[in-house]
């Protein structure tokens, strides 16, 4: 892509919300001010993106510039959600991101466009010498997420994936207990995912007048618009999208490689398929995922994207397995720990913070979100390391991406240890896309 068309970054800050029993990030601190202004611009914000603009507009000294969308609709919405909080400065509308990252002026780049456009956009910031904020997964493919570890470290530049559990403060702790030893070795973690989504069915149509369809593809090599495309069933469609594994499986996953304290995996393996429905759907509905570590560990995924059967009367979430007790953790910011027997409570840390809802689309934990945005800001301003740094979102985004490969080829995946690099042949095809000529992603 070419640089003299991108220039952007973003920061973020959050006002104070109640957090029970655990200390509080500083942006949070009662009377905290902080002495420069943030200056972001927000990219997709038809759903998610519009969320994080309007908590970015609620910070003390950070200002959203810019709201960009190729849906001219999504983006007049968010202005004025965000004009309506922030009255004395009302955001541009500029439809194209890489025009807005132009204005010097800004600092950092929020990024909500969909998974296709994650690692090409947050690399374009970073070469802008932008910060980054972008949602998870971190990356389309394996080669993606490299070339932005890449790219990240070339700039120096904060990078921030939206995996908000890493900046809870119950989760934190929940890490803290892990590394004590309150559970013993942990050596295996059981993560989750329920929902209750309606088939999709796509037919060719023509190009909405509100939607720049061209900049919508990006990086995708060309294909006809699909009538149901946009703005949420591309997640089904491989070309665009990367499932529920990535969807949803990168959270949770990534909060169980944390506690397990591993990297790169031995093993992958992964089973299901679109079961519920009849539809044109590609990506699995119905999937397990398994992936073993040369530290006899390991982490699976239950991803029913179709059936609201709870696990533990929670939507989501993560089990730890120890030799000496187990660790629940419902999906948000609290965790229960059982002793050996598997039913006398250690420790019930319970937090007011605490809210999950996988039917929002928007955000199924705000305050996570908000403790997540404290981070980044925090990180712009001082230099601080983020809580999920470039290397964090690549490793955990990888994991499920092998899964979905491991799926895709029908085979059990035999990994190198040392780098994640797939040792069966045939699997290049999923390591690194197609991309439309000139959109190449470039470090």
């Known amino acids: 892509m070419e640089r003299r068309n991108f220039l952007k970054n973003t920061g973020l800050a959050v006002a104070g919300v109640g957090l029970s029993g655990f200390t509080m990030p500083s942006v949070f601190a009662k009377g905290h001010q902080p002495s420069n202004k943030v200056v972001v611009a927000v990219a997709g914000v038809n759903s998610r993106g519009n969320g994080l603009a309007r908590m ?101 530049k904060v990078v921030q994936m939206g995996s908000q559990r890493r900046s809870g403060t119950g989760l934190i702790q929940m890490i803290k207990d892990i590394r004590e030893g309150i559970i013993g070795n942990v050596y295996m973690a059981k993560t989750w995912y329920a929902n209750g989504r309606d088939p999709s069915f796509f037919k060719p149509g023509p190009v909405p007048t509100w939607l720049d369809y061209e900049l919508w593809q990006g990086p995708a090599p060309r294909r006809p618009y699909l009538e149901g495309l946009v703005h949420y069933d591309w997640h089904w469609l491989w070309h665009w999208g990367t499932g529920e594994a990535l969807n949803n499986g990168t959270h949770e996953v990534d909060v169980a490689r944390w506690g397990l304290g591993v990297t790169y995996p031995i093993r992958v393996t992964s089973i299901g398929g679109r079961f519920h429905h009849k539809d044109d759907w590609e990506t699995p509905d119905t999937q397990n995922i398994s992936i073993e570590f040369p530290e006899n560990k390991m982490i699976t995924w239950e991803g029913r994207s179709c059936n609201r059967f709870r696990v533990e009367g929670a939507d989501r979430g993560v089990i730890f397995y120890g030799d000496k007790g187990t660790i629940i953790n419902p999906g948000g910011n609290s965790y229960t720990v059982y002793g050996p027997n598997g039913r006398d409570v250690i420790k019930d840390s319970r937090d007011n913070t605490d809210s999950q809802d996988t039917t929002n689309p928007v955000s199924a934990g705000e305050n996570l979100d908000q403790m997540h945005i404290a981070d980044f800001l925090e990180c712009i301003r001082s230099g601080k390391h983020p809580n999920a740094d470039c290397d964090e979102g690549h490793r955990s985004t990888l994991l499920v991406q092998l899964g979905n490969i491991a799926w895709r080829m029908q085979q059990t995946l035999n990994i190198n240890p040392t780098n994640g690099h797939i040792l069966n042949t045939g699997a290049e095809k999923y390591w690194k896309r197609e991309y439309e000529r000139g959109w190449e992603p470039r470090v």
Request: charged share 30%; net charge negative.
């Open 56 to 156: 970015l507009a609620q910070q003390p000294n950070c200002e959203v510039a810019y709201i960009c969308d190729p849906d001219e609709r999504a983006m007049a919405r968010t202005v004025e959600n965000v004009a309506r909080i922030q009255t004395n400065n009302r955001p541009k509308a500029e439809k194209d991101f890489r025009k807005a990252l132009e204005d010097k002026g800004v600092d950092a780049l929020v990024i909500g466009m969909p998974d296709h456009w994650h690692a090409p956009a947050s690399i374009i910031a970073l070469s802008m010498g932008k910060n980054v904020f972008v949602e998870k997964p971190f990356s389309y493919d394996p080669n993606e997420g490299e070339l932005l570890v890449q790219a990240t470290k070339k700039y120096n």
